[in-house]
């Protein structure tokens, strides 16, 4: 194992969202799922289960229900730029794996804290291997949040998910298609967008917080009509 091939996994996973039609291979899914398995979680509670879901009907319902969340959200927020962050990626994706969040082993975190965090956060950290390991196996992932709204509870029901479990995200899974991603109109401020990261200098304090990079609210607003994928102004 050696420093420099992690950070080139790590630089060079992207987010994508168009996917080839091809299928995963069943010991594909079976290893991003076992790179998952093996992420930190609070306590070690691992509360995490995955649904895979390869059924093309399944998929176009929960797909279906995905992107109606979305459309109410616009009514709601109008200035979130939904047409990058609709989730179209998931009627593509020949997988979806449905990472399920078992509430229950909020019981094993500490009752100080926020353990709905915990939870969430664990999941989250499972997500990311997951997507380090498809993106070491050649396939592309991008997250589909889905937690907050009528789609968590539709696509529960329709999976047959019990109550106890949060459906926070979902993982598309398959084979990049870059050349559609590239001439998808709707995608491309968020290809140029999404590659960009803060400066190491601007991100990291020594000893104490160094008050001399304090951004103002100024400066976080404009970063992010700037510089992240889902306020982009729509003219
Ligand atoms: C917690 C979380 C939620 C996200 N939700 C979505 C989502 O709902 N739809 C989507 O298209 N991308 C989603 N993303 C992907 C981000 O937009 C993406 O990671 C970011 O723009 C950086 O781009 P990159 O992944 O290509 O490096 C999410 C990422 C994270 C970590």
Redesign the pocket.
Known sequence: MDYEGLLELIRY???V?RFRSDPVPGEMVEKVLEAARHAPSAGNSQPWEFVVVEDPETKKKMSRSIVSLYKEAKRRDPTFNFKV?V?P?LFTAPVLIVICGDRRLQEAYPVLLRRNVLLRQSL?VCAYAMQLAATSLGLAT????IQGGPPEAEVRSLLGIPDVYTVD?IMPLGYPDTEKESKDRFLRP?KQR??FRRALQEIVHYEHYDGGKFRTDENVEEFIWSRT?TRIPSH
Do not use: E
């Not at 991008?142 to 949040?145: P, R, S, V």
């Open positions: 996973r992207r987010s969202r962050a989730q990626h989250a991008a997250w589909a949040t995200h968020v999404a590659p994928v």
